[in-house]
């Protein structure tokens, strides 16, 4: 959230007659999703930064053990891996063992939204506000 917000400060600093001329159309150019999305972002990141941090909470998300990335181990023979004893004919393989891993929601407008999703919709309307800053300043 911190760096995301640094965006704007850093086309602020380095071109502050440009973007603070152009800013204004361009927030107004948003939907009011998008504008809404920023002011709370930055709540989040004043939070984050100055206070005890960001609004959110956690739930636990209950997934087989199977399906845990796996890819950092290396070789298949480092991975999980689930055994059990031969099961007798005509029985269905019993459930695999789960684990619970953490997910955090932001509450928007009384909603919880996942904070990996909220971050990703910020992380594209920053990656926009740099776009649009330049295509709107190519020239000169």
């Known amino acids: ?37 920023l002011k709370f972002m930055n709540r989040q990141r004043v939070a984050e930064v100055h206070s005890e941090g960001a609004e959110t909470t956690a739930e636990l998300e209950y997934i087989p053990i199977v399906e845990l990335r796996q890819d950092r181990f290396g070789h298949p023979a480092y991975g999980l891996h689930v055994f059990e004893p031969p099961l007798p004919l005509g029985q269905p393989p019993s459930t695999p063992p789960s ?42």
């Open 1 to 37: 959230m911190s760096a995301a917000r640094s965006v704007g400060y850093v086309l602020q600093k380095e071109e502050k007659k440009k973007y603070d001329v152009w800013f204004p159309s361009w927030e107004r150019s948003l939907t009011s999703e998008e504008r809404k999305l």
């Open 99 to 140: 684990i619970g891993r953490p997910v955090h929601y932001f509450t928007i407008d009384g909603n919880p939204e996942k904070v990996v999703e909220v971050c990703g919709l910020y992380l594209q309307l920053s990656e926009r506000l740099v776009h649009d800053f330049i295509e709107a300043h190519e020239s000169g």
